[in-house]
């Protein structure tokens, strides 16, 4: 069973690009979760998708921020115009149950 | 909202010895407590999980106990092993949005020392 994957791995920008990055959750899960974690710090949540729905974008830091689901399977989170404060690294998980959730390999973003 | 404290921030075993590492919660709501292994570049692995209505979960060399009415869980590795060295998260489920939302610790970095 393929895993969750996101895209890219790494990505280097300069302050005020955009950025847009992409998650692959594990197949028919309907569950989908964006989390970041900056500066060694602890894994901080930012939404939760059900399909393509919304359910909780609490975590989400500004409107600079702005993830979609469009048809329920793969997700973007964009960045735009990204900002120093925005480094770190951007973590994409999936469940089928709402418990047990299954981790990307993150993108390590760094805006310079 | 939840709130997770996890302790100690590192920790240092020799191969063999037992490593044991504590959270706390602060929202009695919260049902669900996974761990999480992240090795260096990897992503996080989900190694254990433990639910409320279950006071102690084991799984080889390693077990969780959940003490519900003191809001706090622990992870035991016992008989450690260096490919046991990384990051380990706690985390806990917030029980009153039903999401699935996961308010996770600081992390403990896990280094053991052949």
């Known amino acids: 069973e393929a895993g969750v994957t996101q895209f890219p791995s790494h990505s280097v920008i300069e302050k005020g690009q955009t950025v847009t990055l992409r998650c692959d959750p594990i197949s028919g899960h309907d569950n989908l979760y964006w989390y970041r974690r900056v500066m060694g710090k602890e894994i901080k949540f930012l939404l939760h998708?059900?399909?393509?729905?919304?359910?909780?974008e609490s975590g989400m830091p500004n409107n600079r921020f702005l993830a979609e689901r469009t048809g329920g399977t793969y997700s973007t989170l964009k960045v735009q115009p990204a900002e120093l404060e925005d480094s770190g690294v951007y973590f994409c998980?999936?469940?089928?149950?709402?418990?047990?959730?299954?981790f990307g390999q993150g993108t390590r973003l760094t805006v310079v | 909202g939840e709130n997770v404290e996890q302790h100690p921030s590192t920790l240092s075993v020799q191969e063999g010895d037992s490593a044991v590492i504590k959270c706390t919660y602060s929202d009695s709501a919260s049902n669900y407590f996974p761990w999480y292994k992240q090795e260096l570049g990897k992503r996080p692995q989900l190694i254990i999980d433990?639910?409320?209505?279950?006071g102690e979960k084991k799984d080889q060399r390693i077990a969780v106990t959940l003490n519900k009415t003191a809001k706090h869980f622990s992870l035991h590795i016992t008989e450690t092993q260096p490919e046991d060295s990384a990051v380990y998260f706690c985390a806990a489920c917030d029980g009153s949005s039903n999401t699935g939302k996961l308010i996770f610790g600081q992390g403990t970095t896990l280094q053991v020392k052949p």
């Open positions: 433990i639910r409320s209505n279950v």
């Open positions: 998980a999936s469940s089928q149950d709402r418990n047990r959730a299954f």
């Open positions: 998708f059900v399909k393509e729905s919304k359910q909780d």
